[in-house]
């Protein structure tokens, strides 16, 4: 499983969209790309993941670097409910996989 | 579907006692897991199990025990309570490593 570093904090205003930066540079080829918010006081909920393509969903879209040593989640209108704690991992899923190990995670605010 | 269930919710204890924080499943997943996460901190992978009889450690497997005698349930065993593991406790489960459903988080103080 690849270490994953993000920044501490970010900040966005509501409305408007936020790009999550996530590295994972010793990422194998096996290790998909999750990422998981955790609300205020709330256990933490999935967001997305996925291996080497772009992928979208009703919450967010993830944007995998070509050579997937870093990625992106992007929330196209950051809302106040996406107050969050966001956290990236490079982890194997399926057959020897499954040991999802979190990053320090990064702290978003949204602004009215 | 009640999803993941862990009970208690709150528990005090004090130094030396010991006990089990249960988790069960209803969605038939085979992947298991217990995290802590201390006030203010990340998550932080205590154990993790990929199917009945299956246990593995995580990033901090010391002081805690864990077993997994069927798909629905992973208990989560505390020996010797300690200060330091006064934590939020969550429980997750999933099908495959894919997307983890987590439980609502048992609330530990030591005392």
């Known amino acids: 499983d690849a270490k994953t570093t993000q920044p501490n904090s970010m900040e966005s205003n509501e409305e408007e969209p936020v790009h999550l930066p996530c590295n994972h540079s010793?990422?194998?080829?096996?290790?998909?790309i999750h990422w998981y918010r955790q609300l205020p006081s709330q256990g933490p909920e999935y967001v997305i993941h996925g291996l080497t393509s772009n992928v979208n969903n009703r919450m967010a879209s993830l944007a995998i670097a070509e050579d997937r040593k870093s990625s992106t989640l992007i929330l196209h209108r950051a809302t106040l409910r996406d107050a969050a704690v966001y956290y990236c991992?490079?982890?194997?899923?399926?057959?020897?996989?499954?040991?999802?190990?979190f990053g320090q995670g990064t702290e978003l605010s949204v602004k009215p | 579907n009640a999803g993941v269930t862990q009970t208690p919710k709150f528990r005090i204890l004090k130094i030396g006692q010991s006990m089990t924080l249960q988790c069960t499943q209803d969605?038939?997943?085979?992947?298991m897991y217990w995290y802590r996460q201390d006030p203010g901190m990340g998550l932080k992978l205590i154990y993790y199990s990929v199917g009945a009889g299956i246990t593995d450690k995580g990033e901090v497997p010391n002081g805690y025990n864990v077993s997994r005698s069927t798909t629905e349930d992973f208990p989560l065993r505390l020996e010797l309570a300690a200060p330091s593991q006064t934590s939020v406790y969550f429980c997750?489960?999933?099908?495959?490593?894919?997307?983890?459903?987590f439980g609502e988080g048992s609330r530990l103080t030591v005392l």
């Open positions: 969605m038939n997943h085979n992947y």
């Open positions: 010793t990422i194998s080829g096996t290790d998909y």
């Open positions: 997750a489960s999933s099908y495959a490593g894919e997307e983890l459903f």
């Open positions: 991992s490079a982890t194997r899923t399926g057959n020897q996989g499954g040991k999802l190990i």
